[in-house]
């Protein structure tokens, strides 16, 4: 080809370049043309909308955001997602058991704070939040320490939040707490092999008491759009009323407690009460997926629902509830060890308090004395232990802390009774001179007090029959910055799925459970370091910060929801003839049926 030629050839090629380039300019133009209506105005099917509900449906399925193990969790996270994603949101947290309690004591008043969980896991929230705490007032001096509105601030040394105390008469009490929520809903709800009793003036007393709390939720509220986050089992019909007075709110319920599979929970003769009081809620939040799991399949089989199981949510009377789960956690850093002693001298006070062998090494089980945690199981671990290695007979001790819990019922009064059977039989037959196997202590202790036993631990035994969390286990973590000492851990309790590093037993196996302590007891001080040291990171990641802001972060998201479907249904009632109802408002009337 002469150069002419190859000449026009490339002549050619660049002008059909050119023009294929021209081409596709005009084609992204009109496209644009024609896609910018739909947005800007909004009628009909808003693409742009559309793609944020499905970004939104997204962040609720998983329950957080995909980079929230990259947050450094704090309350200052807290006040940051208050602040720019809940702006003047007011924070109201229920619960029975109030943080603080006021007792006589002589001819003055003493502060207890209870070693509660849920009271370590939600105060510092509470506080980050400058938020307003509504629970039981049953300490003897509540009353005087109120002001004319039934209020106190809190904490004494550094005021941060409101307490307001609801009153119960003692029939109120019996009925609502002892009654239907502890004779009744707890073992249903827990695989103890407990029968749950069932009396319709208990029910009448649950009712009536939960009643009384949305009064006094509806009485705190400054405005008709708080955050209302209701506690536990206590309160399974208070959602339900604060949306009928608040419709507005975003209620958080969260169920500290396991949820039974629905054949065990049709044995509640209120089944759909209850499920119907909580479906009130904008989310429910279980501590496992498998307790969520049960919730929904409960919902499912006894009320008209329908079930979004892709999206964790379910319809129930025109209204969406989510159903995740949240692992609870506790205060990262926990500001009580900076005011507590090295571990050497937790040791010395400890064994010096109780009387212990200064050589023998130290197992502690701490909670309330309750038929669900496996107190009688560990004894007979350490009967079966001092069987098999009976070298070991006086080089352990094992110390019980039992606080006493809901002593009127039979169940606990029995549970209590056969405790001290078994550890006066243990140390009859393995103890000598100076030494008691197995020292139980039936009484209550500051939250200091039990951070002191955590740390002058070797072992810690979390034996739950079946729990939501436990929380103990992660208090023994966080207590142990010197990375030493041994976590037993029941495979029944939630902790169970995020500590790993921990000896995980099964509770109703003896001879399983004595194999792990002499596994503790002879474990390297390098291998307990490894261990402790991934679990602290653990505990640190995952604490009760991480816990409340992913639940926040899904209020917010609800909220955004329902300004986006507000705006949705203007849109449509704007491009909707007059005699034609939208979507939306109809599935809104149903909610109203």
Known sequence: MTDQGIDLLWGLLLVSLGLSALAVFF??????????????????????SEAARKVLREFEKNGQSVDAALVTWSPETLRKILHEDLPEAQVIVVSNREPYIHNTKGDGVELVVPASGLVSAMEPITRACAGTWIAYGGGTADR??????????????????????????????????????????????????????????????????????AD????????????????????????????????????????????????VYSICPWRERILDGLLGSSIIGFHTQFHANNFTESVDRFLESRIERADAAISYGGQTTLVHAYPISIEWPLQLLAKLPDVAECRARVRDRFGLPADAKLCIGVERLDYTKGILDRFHALEELFTRHPELIGKVVFLQIAAPSRGTLPAYRQLHDECMRYADDLNLRYGADGYRPVVIVAEHHSQKAVYEIYRAADICMVTSLHDGMNLVAKEFVSARDDEQGVLLLSTFAGASRELLEALIVNPYDAAMMSGALSQALTMSAEEQRERMRRMREIVRDNNVYRWAGSMLLDAARLRKRGELDRVTANAERLATPDNVVPIFERKQVAGLR
């Open 27 to 48: 084609s992204i133009s009109r496209h644009r043309r024609n896609s910018t209506p739909a947005t800007v105005h909004v009628a009909g099917e808003d693409v742009a």
């Open 144 to 213: 005087q320490m109120v002001d004319g509105d039934d209020r106190v601030q809190v904490p004494p040394d550094n005021p941060s939040y409101t307490l307001r105390r609801v009153w119960l008469s003692e029939e109120e009490y019996q009925g609502y707490y002892l009654g239907f929520a502890n004779e009744g809903l707890w073992p249903l709800c827990h695989i103890a092999f407990t029968r749950p009793i069932f009396r319709e003036s208990d029910w009448d007393a649950y009712e009536a008491v939960n009643r009384k709390f």
């Open 216 to 263: 006094t939720v509806v009485a705190e509220a400054r405005n008709e759009r708080p955050i209302v986050l209701v506690q536990d089992y206590h309160f399974a019909l208070l959602p339900r009323m604060i949306r009928e007075r608040l419709p507005e709110a975003i209620v958080i319920t969260f169920w500290h407690i396991p949820w039974p599979n629905s054949e």
